[in-house]
C-alpha cells in the first residue's frame, strides 16, 4: 500500500526535488554541455536549442536514476545515518508514487531528447536502465559496482558531444574517460569516509572488504595518477587549450597528494582530503575545457 504524509504542493516540489537529487543534476548539466561545448566547431556549429534541450533532457534522465534507485534501495536506505532522512524511508512519499515519479521523468527526458537525435536518446535511456537495473543491484553483491557506477557517470559528455556531432567519436570517448578514472578515488574516498554506515545497509563496497584501508588506498591512488595522463589526453587531442592542461596537471598533482596522504594514514580526515579535492578538480579542469582556453 502507497501511503504518504499529507503535504503542501510546496512541500511535494520539494521532496520531489530531494527524490531527483536537484545538485547532482548540476553536475550532470555541466559535464553534458561540456561535451556538447567540446564537440562544437566550424563544420559542427553550436546550435543553443539542441544545448538546452540536451542538458535538460539529460539532467531529468539522471532525475529519473536516482528516484528509481532510492525506491529500490529504501529498506537499505533506512538503516543508514546518511540515507535515513531521504523522503521514502521518512515516509515523505510512498513508493508507488516514487515510482510513478521516476518514470514520468524518464518519459520526460526521452521526449525532450527526441529532437536532438536517436543517439543522445539511446545513451540517456540506457544509462537510466544500467544505473537502475545493473548498478543499484550489484551494490549489496560485489564491490565491482563502483565501475559499472563510473560508466554511468561518464555517459554524460558523450551526450553532449553525441548532439552536436551525431556521432560518438575519439574526443566523445576522451571526455568520458576522464569522468570515469574521476569517479574512482572521489567514490572511493567517499565510501572509506562512509565504510560503516554502508555496512549497515548492506552495501558491498570495496572497504566492506578491506578493513585497514590498504586496498582501497592503493586503488584510490592509481585512480589519481591514471586522472593526469587521461586528462592531458583532452590538450593532445586537440580539443583543449594550453589552460585547461595545466589546470588538469594542477589538480590531478594535488589529488595524488591527497592520495598519498590516504595511503600513509587511512583515516576519515585523509579520505575526505580526496574527496574534497576531486570536487575541486572536476569544474575547474571541466571549465577551461569549454573555455577553450
Not at 545515518?81 to 521516476?102: D, F, H, K, M, Q
Not at 565510501?191 to 570495496?206: E, T
Request: hydrophobic share 50%; proline share 6%; net charge neutral.
Amino acid at each position: 500500500m502507497d501511503q504518504t504524509n499529507p503535504q503542501s504542493e510546496n512541500g511535494l516540489f520539494r521532496t520531489a526535488l530531494e527524490l531527483s537529487k536537484a545538485r547532482l543534476s548540476i553536475l550532470v548539466v555541466w559535464t553534458t554541455a561540456t561535451g556538447a561545448i567540446a564537440a562544437g566547431s566550424e563544420n559542427h556549429p553550436l546550435d543553443w536549442k539542441i544545448l538546452l534541450l540536451t542538458v535538460t533532457g539529460t539532467a531529468l534522465a539522471a532525475a529519473s536514476a536516482s528516484v528509481l534507485n532510492q525506491v529500490i534501495e529504501a529498506h537499505r536506505d533506512a538503516k543508514m545515518e546518511r540515507t535515513e532522512r531521504r523522503p521514502i524511508p521518512r515516509g515523505a512519499i510512498g513508493p508507488v508514487s516514487a515510482w510513478l515519479l521516476g518514470l514520468t521523468l524518464a518519459v520526460a527526458s526521452a521526449g525532450l531528447l527526441w529532437p536532438t537525435g536517436w543517439l543522445p536518446l539511446a545513451l540517456s535511456m540506457g544509462t537510466i536502465l544500467l544505473y537502475a537495473a545493473v548498478y543499484t543491484p550489484m551494490k549489496p553483491l560485489t564491490s565491482l559496482n563502483t565501475l559499472v557506477g563510473a560508466v554511468v557517470g561518464a555517459v554524460p559528455p558523450m551526450i553532449g558531444w553525441a548532439s552536436v556531432r551525431g556521432e560518438v567519436d575519439g574526443g566523445a570517448w576522451v571526455l568520458a574517460g576522464i569522468l570515469f578514472v574521476w569517479q574512482i578515488p572521489h567514490f572511493l574516498a567517499l565510501a572509506w569516509m562512509y565504510r560503516d554506515d554502508y555496512a549497515r545497509g548492506g552495501f558491498q563496497m570495496l572497504p566492506a572488504v578491506d578493513p585497514d584501508g590498504v586496498l582501497t588506498s592503493r586503488v584510490t591512488l592509481i585512480g589519481s595518477l591514471a586522472l593526469i595522463p587521461v586528462s592531458l589526453s583532452a590538450f593532445l587531442a586537440g580539443f583543449a587549450g594550453p589552460v585547461y592542461a595545466a589546470m588538469a596537471l594542477v589538480c590531478g598533482l594535488l589529488m595524488v597528494v591527497r592520495s598519498l596522504r590516504m595511503l600513509a594514514e587511512p583515516t576519515r580526515d585523509t579520505a575526505r582530503g580526496v574527496f574534497l579535492s576531486s570536487l575541486l578538480h572536476l569544474p575547474l579542469t571541466l571549465g577551461a575545457l569549454a573555455s577553450g582556453w
